[in-house]
């Protein structure tokens, strides 16, 4: 299975990536995780990344592109990959077309998790992370123990800013401009299948097993 997961800030991408993992036995390729790794190790592609980053610029659709090649040319990708972060916009799709005709394989489907704004930002707002260790709770379904402290280091759990509505609501504006073309690009190839984000975690593999049925 290949598929592009597409989804807001907030609509769990993560789990629904960890149970497509479960389901498919299948690598999640993140291009924000890949681009933080390639830095820390100091790579080639890395430190030309980090030049970029270092100037507070976006790192060019060139560098990461090659990124994403090298990882959908390894072994562990032959079989199927789930790819988040990218395509962000129609070169990056145009250069994946490219890439995949060199492999010799196509793309399965477009995943699409769909949440209301509302609830995302129900979502986002309650969130908190400790300062020292990084845990992520939530205020409405996986609070600290005790108010404020991280069960795991007991450090301080705070609000990022970029969790503070106002903040969240100039992202939402952000993904959906930068979206909804890519969507309507694989729309127009019969690609995209929308997944509802805002069931139950008991309830999402059903339902991603109900939306992929067939592929």
Known sequence: MRIILQGPPGSGKGTIANILIEMYQIPTITTGDILRDEVTRG???????????????????????????????????????ILDGYPRNQNQAESLDRILRRLGVKLDCVLNIVVED???????????????????YNLLNKPPK???????????????????EEVIRRRLEVYKKQAE?????????????DLRGDVGLQQLPAEIKSVLEGL
Do not use: H, N, W
């Open 146 to 164: 005790v108010e404020g402290i991280c069960d795991i280091c007991g450090g301080k759990v705070i609000q990022r800013d970029d969790d503070k």
């Open 43 to 81: 790579t080639e592609i890395g430190k030309l990344a980090k030049a970029y980053m270092d100037r507070g610029e976006l790192v060019p659709d060139e560098v990461v592109t090659r990124i994403v090649e090298e990882r959908l040319s390894q072994p562990a990708s032959k079989e199927g990959f």
């Open 181 to 193: 073309p890519i969507l309507e690009l694989y729309r127009k190839r019969g690609l995209v299948r």
């Open 118 to 136: 509302e609830e995302l930002i129900r979502r986002l707002t309650t969130r908190r992370i400790c300062s020292d260790c990084g845990a992520i």
